[in-house]
């Protein structure tokens, strides 16, 4: 589904990723972790398209398309959906009319008619059930005055709303309690689906527990430098990661 | 500026040629105010030039229009009621029509407590001197240094009156219906005097139209007294076209717990100047002033309020917000005055603009005047363009750039659209902002002329 | 808490003592034949004498400006002296400098014996009318640098003066630009050369002494490409019943990539307890950053002052050129301020910062005004203003008035204001840890203004902190 080859992004003339390579299949799960700084949401980032980040090397195929001439909103279209790590607040645009939009936007791309209004609320009900989301949080405007809590949990709604190909997780985790961390975990399981892919960005194993990966990657410095399957997430989190930095600094 | 001194002087030689028509039909009242106003005009040096608090406004354009200026009522050829249909069709009013200033002779205001007034401000100066003599002209006094509004009280001669005795609450609202329609260009004044007694509630709803493509300059002055307790909702949709000047002053009188809430929604006009002047008189006064303007081609749209805290713990909250496109200018000047006497009060004001184009032009200015020191106070002003960051979370859930700059356009309006209480009203102006600013409408909306000027 | 008010309040200027020392004065009264004289003391250039005249001829024509939030008495500009100086003229050595004069500046704690003076300060002292005595002028000289007293520029260094003077500030700006113009006796001239870090920070020591007379002084600063100075001008003046009339005029130059850091410690005779008194201060401050990432930062504090009237303003005209302005104004008792700044957005790129901390006590009334204008062709301007007012009793007014105007859709601007005071709490929680109600409303305060003091030269920040204080001695609840 995704494969990335000698990837080399930077931001304001300093090279932050350095010759990225990966490959996900549909279907699975994959984990990436790493330190602070060493890559994580400049990765998630140049996926999802933002223009800040610079690549000035490799590529990126999306189910066979190039994906660097792509802009964000048509890879969103293509099927890519990133959790914010830090949601934007709109005020004034309630979440509903911001999915509608989103929704007969990406219809639209594949040539599909609109939503009909009656269905889409329907479906829009359905999935707020699936996710576990307040009816209130509807109507309010985007994000704002939402808790940290809510406002991930509103990513996860999104993400079962647009139903997309491959889901970008960046630090879905941070600065959530525990409780709030199972539902959008749970979210996360119930969404899962043969033919779709996810990538776990995360600096700790917590959510880990609760979102299975298939293989873990660790990023360090611009680079994977050790990839593994699940038994490694056990492994950063008692030995921390500075045992991978000697590695790398060995080598 | 001889343009200016001629215009000047074209008003007293009206004033003067014109007395008896513009005494007649007047109470004494009225006509006294009048002659003095027009004394204060002179003084004052005529229309403003280069004036503090015109001094972003260039009157002469709006001014120099070679307009008609009709000193008596004239009977409309066609049922108005016909001509003009409300687009809010689903929000139940009670509708008064005013054309050309003047109150309209075929409004049917039926259905309302028995103890209500509202007819024609010439009718009232003679049925109610008391309450006549106890409100006319005494709050709008408070901007004697404002020669437009001395201008108004010279020429004007009629409006609507509206009275709500003590502890008579309104079910529907009230909708005055200004409209605009004349065979030449025309100026035009009107006056409007609304007293609510004590523990009294009423919403008000003013639209102003244009039905014809003339020119148009309309000097309206509205007058609004709130007893204690008494509680007014008051919206204001400007809907014109281009060729059309409107100055709107509105002053408000509140007195002991008494609330006005109020939303000024500048959608279309070629000049648009809001004057506002609300003063808390007793402890425990509201007021909320919000607003709106959207702009493009040549518009200009200047607000212009002056909040007077003059009891302590009241509070006031205002926050105008602005879209400018093409060559629009807009102007706010917002002066919150915290009186020595006036501890605990709280005043917030806040003025946000998205400047679209390059030759859009926005000149704020944000005043405080605190003499009191138990106080909480500040005001904000922000000119910026629609962050990017959030453009880039709308993207990335799959809406292309347009739609993503519109929606962010729109929720930055719809901040001040969702103060509206009326569902079916703010539901309809919504619309009408999302189609204003997909450039869907110009002007009148719902004019039946459709000139699309 | 009334009492905490009235108590911190109440201190004494310190500065208010007379020198008696021979003066050499001319008549009251303003008209040609006294510009002629003042130019001919000066032995003056037939230009500049003509340029005076100029300005005079304008400013008769002008009126005195009255849209500030002001209440000032008439000012008959016919009841005052224009031209007072020590009679000894400046001195080359310290030996020479007369014996009272040396106690004056002593007493005011401005050394000019450069054996004791503050490291790496150059100083420049001004009393009434002319300059008494520029130190370490040699020291400056060997880097290229030039700083001297106006007049001394004037004969030394004609061209700079001529190309410059007037440059910034023309005297048809304002009323007040116009009577400098007309009959400014000193000031100070600072040059600095391409490359030159100027190794001193420089200083200006004005100091109204002789009675009646006006003080009219002209400050010209020039700072050529890569070129950096910090420089601070300070004032005081003798407690006098009669009001003293203060008229200055500062023009600064910053070339491409060059810059200057202009601090400003004003403490004129503010007035009695009641309001009489104290110096009526008109000023017009205004730079330019002419070149390519030119920088101007000013920094005021200002205590002192019945009547505070003084806008320093930035031309941003060089692409990427930066200013900022940094500003305590305190007024107590009768005081009147009415003070801010202008940034004028002309080049791309250009960044403003304003930073205004007004603090209100007694019956005095401060006020902030200001002016952000982005030119049309005038691509990614930035501005944020923050404008906090401090109130100290309920007889005071805190006024706030911005004007912004903008014209290009690129500009992200943000103004901010709040209003505040002192909350019995606040003390209370002080208290409670044992800090005395004095020393929490010192804490406070410096809290409150903590952004700009640091803005001042380290010499200075200590000194500023101090003024502060005993300005508000006293005064706060």
Known sequence: MLKITNLHASVDGKEILKGINLEIKAGEVHAIMGPNGAGKSTLSSVLAGREKFQVSQGEIEFNGKNLLELSAEDRAREGIFMSFQYPVEIPGVSTVNFLKTAINEIRKYHGQSSYPPGDFLKMIRQKMELVGIDNKLLNRSLNEGFSGGEKKKNEIFQMAVLEPMLAILDETDSGLDIDALRVVANGVNKLKRPENATIVITHYQRLLDYIVPDVVHVLYDGRIVKTAGKELVAELEEKGYDWIKEEVNRA | ?453 | ?477
């Open chain 3, 1 to 477: 808490m009334d009492n905490i008010i009235e108590e911190i309040t109440g201190s004494e200027y310190k500065y208010g003592f007379v020198t008696n020392i021979e003066t050499e004065t001319i008549a009251k009264g303003l008209n040609e034949e006294v510009i002629r004289t003042i130019s001919a003391k000066k032995e003056e250039p037939e230009w500049l004498l003509e340029y005076r005249l100029k300005a005079y001829r304008k400013w008769l024509t002008m009126e005195m400006p009255c849209w500030a939030q002001l209440d000032i008495p008439e000012i008959d500009f016919q009841d005052l002296i224009y031209y007072a100086a020590p009679k000894q003229q400046e001195a080359k050595d310290w030996e020479d400098v007369d014996p009272a004069l040396k106690a004056t500046f002593d007493k005011l704690g401005i050394p000019l014996t450069e054996q004791l003076a503050l490291a790496g300060v150059a100083v420049d002292a001004v009393m009434d009318s002319v300059s008494v005595k520029t130190t370490f002028k040699d020291v400056l000289a060997e880097k290229g640098v030039i700083f001297c007293s106006f007049s001394e520029a004037v004969k030394d260094h004609p061209d700079l003066v001529r190309k410059y003077m007037g440059s910034v500030v023309p005297y048809t700006d304002n009323y007040f630009a116009a009577l400098n113009t007309a009959v400014f006796s000193d000031g100070s001239f600072v040059y600095i050369p391409k490359g030159v870090r100027c190794p001193m920070e420089l200083s200006t020591y004005f100091r109204i002494n002789a009675r009646g007379t006006g003080q009219f002084e002209r400050t010209l600063i020039v700072v050529e490409d890569d070129g950096y100075v910090s420089y601070l001008e300070g004032c005081t003046a003798p407690q006098r019943d009669e009001n003293q009339l203060h008229a200055a005029i500062v023009e600064i130059v910053v070339e491409k990539n060059a810059e200057v850091k202009y601090s400003t410690v004003q403490n004129w005779y503010p007035g009695d307890k009641e309001g009489k008194g104290g110096v009526f201060n008109f000023v017009t401050k205004r730079g330019i950053c002419r070149g390519e990432n030119a920088k101007l930062i000013w920094a005021q504090v200002e205590t002192g002052s019945a009547v505070t009237w003084k806008y320093p303003s930035t031309i941003l005209k060089g692409d990427g050129s930066v200013s900022e302005f940094y500003s305590v104004a305190v007024t107590n008792n009768y005081q009147q301020a009415d003070t801010g700044t202008k940034m004028i957005h002309i080049g791309n790129n250009t960044r403003s910062r304003i930073v205004s901390k007004g603090i209100s006590a007694g019956y005095s009334s401060n006020s902030y005004r200001g002016k952000v204008k982005v030119a049309k062709g005038c691509q990614n301007a930035r501005n944020y203003s923050q404008c906090d007012s401090l109130l100290l009793g309920d007889k005071c007014g805190a006024h706030t008035f911005p004007y912004l105007e903008i014209e290009n859709s690129t500009a992200q601007i943000e103004h901010e204001a709040t209003t505040s005071k002192i909350g019995e709490d606040q003390i209370f929680y002080c208290n409670q840890r044992g800090i005395s109600t004095e020393n929490a409303v010192g804490l406070i305060i410096k809290g409150y203004a903590g952004d700009v003091l640091n803005k001042m030269p380290m010499e200075f920040a200590v000194e500023a902190q101090k003024l502060l204080q005993i300005s508000l001695e006293g005064s706060v609840g």
């Open chain 2, 1 to 453: 500026m001889i343009g200016i001194e001629k215009i000047n002087a074209d008003f007293t030689k009206l004033f003067k040629e014109g007395s008896a028509l513009l005494e007649k039909g007047c109470s004494a009242v009225m006509n006294v105010c009048r002659k003095e106003a027009i004394e204060q005009f002179v003084k004052l040096g005529g229309i403003p030039h280069k004036q503090e608090n015109y001094i972003y406004t260039d009157l002469l354009p709006v001014f120099e229009k070679d307009y008609n200026v009709v000193l008596k009522y004239i009977r409309q050829d066609v049922d108005i009621n016909e001509v003009f249909r409300c687009a809010v069709t689903d929000l139940i009013t009670d509708p008064i029509l005013t054309v050309n200033g003047w109150w309209f002779d075929r409004n049917i205001c039926s259905e309302l407590p028995e103890e209500v007034v509202i007819c024609s401000l010439k009718e009232a100066s003679l049925k109610y001197p008391d309450l006549f003599y106890t409100h006319y002209n005494q709050y709008a006094s408070k901007a004697n240094q404002d020669s437009l509004i001395a201008l108004n009280t010279a020429f004007a001669q009629d409006g609507v009156f509206i009275y709500i005795p003590d502890d008579v609450v309104l079910e529907r609202p009230l909708q005055i219906i200004n409209l605009l329609r004349a065979n030449g260009d025309l100026m035009a004044f009107q006056r409007n005097l609304i007293v609510l007694g004590k523990n009294a509630k009423a919403t008000v709803l003013v639209c102003d139209h244009t039905l014809s493509e003339q020119s148009f300059l309309m000097n309206n002055t509205t007058e609004v007294y709130l007893g204690e307790n008494a509680y007014m909702d008051y919206y204001q949709v400007q809907n014109q076209h281009m060729g059309a000047a409107q100055i709107n002053s509105l002053f408000v009188s509140e007195q002991r717990s008494s609330v006005f809430d109020s939303n000024i929604i500048s959608l279309y006009g070629g000049f648009i100047r809001n004057n506002m002047y609300v003063s808390l008189n007793g402890e425990g006064g509201e007021c909320n002033l919000y607003g709106m303007y959207i702009l493009d081609k040549k518009q200009q749209v200047d607000n212009y309020s002056c909040i007077d805290h003059i009891a302590p713990h009241c509070t006031s909250r205002e926050h105008f917000k602005g879209v400018l496109d093409d060559m629009g200018v807009a102007n706010f000047c917002g002066c919150v005055r915290v009186r020595p006497d006036a501890q605990k009060t709280e005043a917030y004001q806040t003025n946000n603009n998205l400047l679209l184009s390059d030759a859009a032009r926005i000149n704020t200015k944000p005043q405080l005047i605190i003499d009191a020191d138990d106080v909480k106070c500040s005001h904000g002003a922000t000119i910026g363009q629609i962050d990017e960051e959030a453009m880039f979370y709308l993207r990335s859930r799959g809406i292309g750039l347009d739609e993503a700059r519109m929606m962010m356009t729109f929720g930055f309006a719809h901040d001040i659209i969702q103060h509206v209480k009326l569902e079916p009203l703010r539901k309809k102006i919504d619309s009408l902002v999302e189609k204003r600013l997909r450039g869907e409408i110009s002007k009148c909306n719902n004019c039946m002329l459709q000139c699309n000027k």
